[in-house]
């Protein structure tokens, strides 16, 4: 089985603080992406990655700021939070298109519910 | 570019009733397929996928999806609901790229 581990469930950090979320995949994958979700808004996209050292914008990138470094690792920094970045935020990888059972379905980790006062 | 509309922000049934949640998306060719699941407190989970052939589609936990076409609509289906299916339901479309559009989500409420 696929597995997204996030490095926290719940976090509470003060505005203005540098915050690190850490996800890491154990399936080779070679995208992945970062969201957040909101009450009636569903899952808008943050960043995403292709491959190690590379990253794209996604919808809504404006305050935060990625980092892959690893394959399995994709990091999401807030680099200084303010108390609308309150939010759930959700991880998830894929495998590209071309590989055995690849059709771009994601895996998600449990996500991280984020609370900046 | 792509959207998702999932029309329904609630859908209540009673446990045993059957389900269906709508789905429906624009987009110029047929793309990629989705419903997730997202139980309280967790991350989405797969519950079936599209991509070609056979319209119908079976998925995890007895649910399954038809995909129509001429309605461009992808409707999630369960013929008698548990009241573990309560959750938020989300609908995904993905253009012939990796990068999916989300719709945002149907919470589905279970009546014991």
């Known amino acids: 089985d696929v597995k997204v581990t996030q490095s926290s469930r719940y976090l509470v950090k003060r505005t203005g603080e540098k915050v690190f979320l850490e996800c890491v995949q154990d399936m080779d994958h070679e995208n992945m992406f970062w969201y957040r979700q909101d009450p009636g808004l569903g899952l808008r996209l943050i960043y995403f990655?292709?491959?190690?050292?590379?990253?794209e914008k996604g919808d809504i990138p404006e305050g935060y700021s990625v980092s892959r470094e690893k394959k399995e690792r994709f990091s999401l920094i807030l680099e200084s939070a303010s108390t609308n970045q309150t939010s759930m935020y959700l991880c998830?990888?894929?495998?590209?298109?071309?590989?055995?059972?690849?059709?771009?379905?994601?895996?998600f980790g449990p996500g991280t519910r984020l609370t900046v006062t | 570019a792509q959207s998702v509309t999932q029309p329904d922000i609630h859908i209540t049934v009673s446990e045993g009733a059957s389900l269906e949640l709508r789905c429906n998306y624009s987009?110029?060719?047929?793309?990629?397929l989705f419903w997730y699941v997202q139980s309280p407190g967790q991350g989405l989970q797969l519950l079936l996928k599209y991509f070609s052939g056979d319209t119908l589609v079976q998925g995890i936990k007895g649910f399954e999806a038809e995909f129509k076409r001429s309605q461009s609509s992808f409707n999630l289906r369960k013929p008698s609901v548990h009241w573990s299916d309560a959750a938020e339901y989300f609908c995904a479309v993905a253009p012939g790229s990796y990068i999916p559009t989300f719709g945002r989500g149907t919470s589905l409420i279970v009546h014991p």
């Open positions: 990655s292709y491959d190690v050292k590379m990253k």
């Open positions: 998830a990888s894929s495998s590209p298109r071309g590989e055995a059972g690849g059709t771009y379905e994601q895996y």
């Open positions: 987009y110029g060719a047929t793309p990629y």
